[in-house]
């Protein structure tokens, strides 16, 4: 990221940090956060009978059941899945696990056209190079509007101003169009309810409900989405959006629990009215059954971006794929590598702790990272300097 976009980035962040300061005080955000704390630490302590509760729930109501153990087998399960399609257009909306299993490029490889139609996500596609998000729910809040009326203007070949109703009723415009006769549609979701069997997914722009009109909704969701009931599930929902976006409710939250029916002609059941007419959950291990429970306590709301001071000072760089930050550099040890976790920018961790502070799960990303440096280093990666300080000091009891 250059310059001006780190700046950009910053101001956007800004904008997010005052909305969300003047809610977090409110004492129902308080019960709230002590409330998904529970929720959090129980599922991620019994996921075992909670995955095999929503396993049944998702049987007795009609959606397919996958498990992919790495996100090749994910890849593989969605190929299989797709051919029993023609059209080769998947409409996509926002989704941190897809981004994980490289997803779209995956698609792009086996001749798959993927429409991002969140606007965010969307404009970085139209961007086509550096165009990795920075923040979960905001993915290109590092551009300004000039940058954003030209990307438009020259992917779209259109010659809109840089103004920012001109710019969304074209994305929008291109968007529709493309993704009119797709017939899949893929999704991940933000909390899953074992009891119930369904999917709670928040949006702001009604375009997860066109991705789950297609005739097969695919959702992939790491098994950390798994929560006792809906309740809870809706309850981790509205924290997120309190977090993401400083507001205290997204536009839209959609739960889906099966395929679409109805029983309005003598109460007859009868599949396939509007709605997808096949939903698949593919539910993504890829490392997360080897993580330090605390890991998955994480909502996915980008608080600790926000307030992290290297995440200001050099963007996405500090980060894993599409997991941001400290967290994001903790989990890559466990979806990748050590030297993967190195790369990610281990050792670029101030270890502040000022995202723990501002953790609405207290995730202890600190020290997560702290004791992962030194597993890490005991496999021979860390910085070359600390290899010359301990050289040194091994021979002249000086660093120097
Ligand atoms: S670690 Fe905490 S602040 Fe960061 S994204 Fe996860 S829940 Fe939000």
């Not at 839209?252 to 099966?258: F, P, T």
């Amino acid at each position: 990221m250059n310059k001006d976009e780190i700046e950009t980035m910053r101001k956007s962040f800004n904008t997010v940090k005052s909305r969300s300061s003047k809610l977090n005080e409110f004492s129902k955000v308080k019960y709230l956060e002590e409330r998904v704390k529970d929720i959090k630490k129980f599922s991620v302590d019994n996921f075992d009978s909670l995955f095999e509760e929503t396993c049944s729930s998702f049987d007795r109501n009609g959606i397919d059941v996958e498990f992919a153990e790495t996100a090749g087998d994910a890849i593989a399960i969605i190929l299989d899945l797709l051919k029993d399609y023609d059209y080769k257009v998947i409409a996509k909306s926002k989704s941190n696990t897809l981004g994980e299993i490289n997803f779209k490029d995956e698609m792009s490889s086996n001749s798959w056209e993927v429409i991002e139609t969140d606007l965010g996500d969307r404009l970085l596609q139209l961007k086509k190079f550096d165009n990795n998000p920075v923040h979960p729910t905001g993915p290109a809040s590092h551009l300004n509007i000039l940058q954003i009326a030209d990307i438009v203007n020259d992917s779209l070949d259109k010659d809109i101003d840089p103004v920012a109703r001109e710019i969304m009723e074209v994305v929008r415009e291109d968007v529709l169009i493309n993704i009119k006769n797709a017939q899949v549609g893929i999704s991940g979701a933000n909390a899953i309810s074992a009891e119930e069997g369904s999917c709670v997914l928040v949006h702001n722009e009604g375009n997860i409900s066109l991705v789950s009109l297609k005739e097969l909704h695919i959702i992939v969701a790491g098994i950390d989405k798994i929560v006792p009931t809906l309740e809870d599930a809706i309850s981790l929902a509205k924290l997120e959006t309190v977090y993401a976006t400083g507001n205290y409710v997204t536009s839209y939250m959609n739960v889906i629990s099966g395929p679409s029916k109805t029983a309005d002609i003598e109460k007859k059941l009868l599949k396939n009215m509007y709605g997808a007419r096949k939903v698949v959950v593919i539910f993504l291990d890829n490392g997360r059954s080897k993580a330090k429970k605390e890991c998955l306590w994480c909502i996915g709301c980008g608080n600790c971006l926000i307030h992290c001071p290297v995440y200001n000072a050099v963007g996405n760089e500090f980060g894993f794929n599409n997991y941001l930050g400290g967290r994001g550099v903790a989990m890559s040890k466990y979806i990748e590598d050590d030297e993967t976790c190195f790369n990610s920018g281990l050792y670029m961790c101030t270890l502040c702790g000022l995202c723990t502070l501002n953790c609405p799960l207290a995730v202890p990303t600190n020290e997560l990272i702290e004791n992962l440096r030194k597993s890490s280093a005991e496999k021979g990666f860390y910085p070359k300097i600390h290899g010359v300080i301990k050289d040194n000091i091994g021979k002249n009891n000086s660093p120097y």
